[in-house]
């Protein structure tokens, strides 16, 4: 896959560039290892304030960069300005909590007698370089979410974005350098994916965080494994959305709408499968369908745009295939279904029902704006079918019965529960999954300390 921005509104090539060439690419990681020796070094203080004047930054080129990213992979630029100011409010999350996170604990006191020692302390120490290979579809979050936490610890990172989003990956790189972080604390490596396995075999390079499909996941995942390297990974989720009798229908369906088409319904986190208790499943799919009807599809540059085309031609032709797979296989489609004509990679909110076991729909992944549904006969049910995935990234449960929600938080194999409400990552909560949807934490104090070495210190009397 070239390296180059593609318009997906029209299918114009704007932009393309060159992969970095081994020369290059080995000046960056003498420079990133030469970084991280000083870097390491400095305060908590200092590395906020640099993080600060990168957030103020980006607040100042939001509009800018909304643009980018949107004539990039085609989120409606409303949604990517949001994208923007979350990242800024994450960076200044953990440029002022990122101290009280990593401080030195004490164990007990009777503990530290029983070891023989007059004083123990765990320390958390920054790992070195760190390689995030990051996805497309929150192309300016999905690095902040990993960079914010990385560089507070004192870890420097090198970026591997995706192919089609170069121009948001230099601008990360001149973000952080505008701020005043040393050149080497975060480099961008325009190179194709299959430099990544050479870069990972690299002794310089001490861990790795990946947000991606499953066999990128998996190749990320070996190699580190056989060079016996820390891996946090994010893969992808088929999250459910189950709506029981007490739910309020109304917010329910329109919640439920904007879970599924957010970002073009190219989000791992996005609700798909819709499971609706059997006495409100008439009247939940009515609501929901005419919601999703009532969606605007067009150019995503467009402040009235609801949903725009989705990043590439070839991610088109795979949602495609999934939703004529479910109709050959006797799926009803509620709203949708059809590629509108015209230039530009869109496809429409679409509801399918009548889902079964076989389709694959209900096996993989449809990353784009489908919504499937599915009618439980009561809360058992409810679960078995939200647990009937190789996924396991978030959850979506509406019930105002405090027995039912209790349930569902002890039930669902997930690696969050959003009750009345729509998943939504914070930087003050772990997020992450279980399953195929990866391992290991981000955000949060959980997140910080995936890429540190926890230290024990031991003095004796």
């Given at each position: 896959?070239?390296?180059?921005?593609?318009?997906?509104?029209?299918?114009?090539?704007?932009?393309?560039?060159?992969?970095?060439?081994?020369?290059?690419?080995?000046?960056?990681?003498?420079?990133?290892?030469?970084?991280?020796?000083?870097?390491?070094?400095?305060?908590?203080?200092?590395?906020?304030?640099?993080?600060?004047?990168?957030?103020?930054?980006?607040?100042?080129?939001?509009?800018?960069?909304?643009?980018?990213?949107?004539?990039?992979?085609?989120?409606?630029?409303?949604?990517?300005?949001?994208?923007?100011?979350?990242?800024?409010?994450?960076?200044?999350?953990?440029?002022?909590?990122?101290?009280?996170?990593?401080?030195?604990?004490?164990?007990?006191?009777?503990?530290?007698?029983?070891?023989?020692?007059?004083?123990?302390?765990?320390?958390?120490?920054?790992?070195?370089?760190?390689?995030?290979?990051?996805?497309?579809?929150?192309?300016?979050?999905?690095?902040?979410?990993?960079?914010?936490?990385?560089?507070m610890a004192g870890n420097v990172g090198l970026l591997k974005h995706a192919s089609n989003v170069p121009q948001t990956a230099?601008?990360?790189?001149?973000?952080?350098?505008?701020?005043?972080?040393?050149?080497?604390?975060?480099?961008?490596?325009?190179?194709?994916?299959?430099?990544?396995?050479?870069?990972?075999?690299?002794?310089?390079?001490?861990?790795?965080?990946?947000?991606?499909?499953?066999?990128?996941?998996?190749?990320?995942?070996?190699?580190?494994?056989?060079?016996?390297?820390?891996?946090?990974?994010?893969?992808?989720?088929?999250?459910?959305?189950?709506?029981?009798?007490?739910?309020?229908?109304?917010?329910?369906?329109?919640?439920?709408?904007?879970?599924?088409?957010?970002?073009?319904?190219?989000?791992?986190?996005?609700?798909?499968?819709?499971?609706?208790?059997?006495?409100?499943?008439?009247?939940?799919?009515?609501?929901?369908?005419?919601?999703?009807?009532?969606?605007?599809?067009?150019?995503?540059?467009?402040?009235?745009?609801?949903?725009?085309?989705?990043?590439?031609?070839?991610?088109?032709?795979?949602?495609?295939e999934l939703v004529d797979d479910a109709r050959r296989s006797g799926a009803r489609v509620l709203c949708g279904g059809q590629?509108?004509?015209?230039?530009?990679?869109?496809?429409?909110?679409?509801?399918?029902?009548?889902?079964?076991?076989?389709?694959?729909?209900?096996?993989?992944?449809?990353?784009g704006p489908v919504a499937t549904l599915y009618r439980a006969d009561d809360l058992d049910e409810a679960v078995l079918i939200?647990?009937?995935?190789?996924?396991?990234?978030?959850?979506?449960?509406?019930?105002?019965?405090?027995?039912?929600?209790?349930?569902?938080?002890?039930?669902?194999?997930?690696?969050?529960?959003?009750?009345?409400?729509?998943?939504?990552?914070?930087?003050?909560?772990?997020?992450?999954?279980?399953?195929?949807?990866?391992?290991?934490?981000?955000?949060?104090?959980?997140?910080?300390?995936?890429?540190?070495?926890?230290?024990?210190?031991?003095?004796?009397?």
């Amino acid at each position: 896959m070239p390296i180059a921005t593609v318009n997906p509104a029209n299918g114009e090539t704007l932009k393309t560039y060159e992969p970095m060439g081994e020369e290059e690419l080995e000046r960056r990681l003498q420079l990133a290892e030469a970084t991280f020796r000083t870097y390491r070094t400095t305060s908590f203080a200092d590395r906020a304030q640099l993080l600060n004047k990168a957030a103020d930054l980006l607040d100042d080129d939001q509009q800018e960069i909304g643009r980018v990213m949107t004539t990039e992979m085609g989120k409606p630029v409303k949604q990517a300005r949001a994208e923007a100011a979350k990242c800024a409010k994450a960076m200044r999350w953990y440029a002022r909590n990122a101290e009280r996170l990593l401080a030195d604990e004490e164990p007990a006191e009777s503990d530290v007698r029983d070891s023989g020692a007059s004083r123990v302390r765990v320390r958390y120490r920054p790992l070195g370089p760190v390689l995030a290979v990051m996805p497309w579809n929150f192309p300016l979050w999905q690095v902040v979410r990993f960079a914010a936490p990385a560089l507070m610890a004192g870890n420097v990172g090198l970026l591997k974005h995706a192919s089609n989003v170069p121009q948001t990956a230099l601008y990360l790189e001149d973000l952080f350098h505008r701020a005043g972080l040393p050149e080497g604390c975060f480099q961008t490596l325009l190179i194709g994916s299959g430099a990544v396995d050479e870069i990972l075999r690299d002794e310089r390079v001490k861990a790795a965080t990946l947000t991606g499909s499953e066999p990128a996941g998996r190749a990320v995942a070996s190699a580190s494994g056989e060079m016996i390297k820390k891996t946090v990974l994010e893969l992808g989720g088929s999250d459910p959305y189950v709506v029981m009798p007490s739910a309020d229908l109304d917010r329910a369906a329109e919640v439920a709408v904007t879970a599924r088409v957010q970002n073009n319904g190219q989000s791992c986190i996005a609700a798909k499968r819709f499971i609706v208790h059997t006495d409100v499943y008439d009247a939940f799919a009515e609501k929901f369908v005419a919601g999703m009807e009532a969606l605007r599809l067009g150019d995503p540059l467009a402040e009235d745009t609801d949903v725009g085309p989705l990043a590439s031609e070839q991610g088109r032709k795979d949602l495609e295939e999934l939703v004529d797979d479910a109709r050959r296989s006797g799926a009803r489609v509620l709203c949708g279904g059809q590629r509108p004509d015209g230039p530009g990679w869109y496809y429409p909110p679409t509801v399918l029902a009548g889902i079964t076991r076989e389709m694959r729909i209900h096996r993989e992944e449809a990353f784009g704006p489908v919504a499937t549904l599915y009618r439980a006969d009561d809360l058992d049910e409810a679960v078995l079918i939200a647990n009937d995935s190789l996924f396991g990234l978030s959850s979506n449960v509406w019930t105002r019965d405090e027995k039912e929600v209790e349930r569902f938080a002890r039930d669902l194999e997930a690696g969050s529960v959003f009750v009345n409400g729509m998943t939504a990552s914070h930087p003050a909560f772990p997020f992450g999954g279980v399953k195929r949807s990866g391992y290991g934490r981000e955000l949060s104090g959980h997140g910080i300390r995936e890429f540190c070495n926890i230290t024990t210190v031991w003095q004796g009397a």
